[in-house]
């Protein structure tokens, strides 16, 4: 019987040669990822009680990325038995303080296609860009896996939204996903599986189909999936890894599957006004907002690729006055490259301020948290009330070119304008 890509990895998983949206089925895990945050202080003491360790170190990686760098007494020992708890376990591996863990995780050779993969964390669907199933679960279900290795799984229905034609320059996967949150809402998955297809997402790089993957959590969708091809191969060679050849690289043409299709062309830069990723309009809706804070940072928004965008506007241009322009880089390998190659130059020469690659303000840790009344436009996931600081701040959510050139104006602004008088 026909299935859809998601059906074949979980059927892999399960043991089985089929399987059908509904069934329940118990799933052996390929990896299992976990965070500072809510890693080992929280599954150590569930682990401890149950008198058992880790079923397979190979398979669970550990990366601290949200207390980092530490600030207090209290981080300082989350830290440490962050560190500890990677020790006694033996871990296959251990990132501490080199980036976040959702960008980490892939450059570091870590995710395959095929793989069913679990994280502690619910933008974990960042997997799904590779063609590994990969979904957020709480720490007391990773707990679980951590002791038996399994879980089990409801068989999702498949969702499909296929993108024709070629996004226009200036139009990114951020905006992608800011327009499938305002149209579709943000339980437009229905905690499904949810398959991005077509020509314009064919044609995206690996860093792109992150984003996708990253932001279906934003449209409650429990994973989202880019089918693997000579992209995604290329990225995996590069990261010193390659993919089984009997691994799942596509679902059928004939399975059952729900689709939405829309139109690359007619894209246009996208925002979120507070305090909803689903407040999702043209830019154009949200001009000309005065701003106080820029910030480009986040799994979503600070990748090499993103800070690559952000460089394409500020180039020979600056900040303007009033505006903070904060740059956290998703990862420190990505923030190298950005150096040698001169983006990273091009950014403080506008007068960014370079945060640690770490979650930072985007979970709301750090010491650069918005404070009272403060206007931000963020290339980050999420701006719901307070996560980034003061719950009187206000966070409007774009891509980085839309931050960038809103950073430069001092207001919100459509970047096509500036990336424009940039070519010419």
Sequence with gaps: MAMTLAEKIIARAAGRDHVTPGEIVICRVDLAMIHDSGGPRRVQPILERLGVGVWDPAKVVLIADHYVPAFDAETREIGALTRRFAASHRLGGFYDGEGICHVVLPERGHLLPGMLAVGGDSHSPTGGAFGAYMFGIGATEMAGVLATGEIWLRVPQTIRLDWSGRFPRGVTAKDVMLFLCGRL??????????????????????????????????????????????????????????????????GDADADAECHEFSADTLEPQVAAPHSPANAAPVGSYAPTRIEVAYIGACTGAKLADLRMAAAVLKGRRAASGVRLLVAPASRRDQQVAAAEGTLAILEQAGASLLPNACGICAGYGDALLGEEVVCISSTARNFKGRMGAASSRVYLASPYTVAASAVAGRIVDPREMLDREAA
């Design 185 to 250: 809402g943000m339980d437009g998955g229905r905690y499904q599986a949810v398959e991005y297809t077509g020509s314009a997402i064919i044609a995206l790089p690996m860093q792109e189909r992150m984003t996708l993957s990253n932001m279906t959590a934003e449209l409650g969708g429990q994973a989202g999936l880019v089918a693997p091809d000579e992209t995604t191969l290329a990225y995996l060679r590069a990261a010193g890894v390659a993919a089984a050849e009997s691994a799942p690289r596509h």
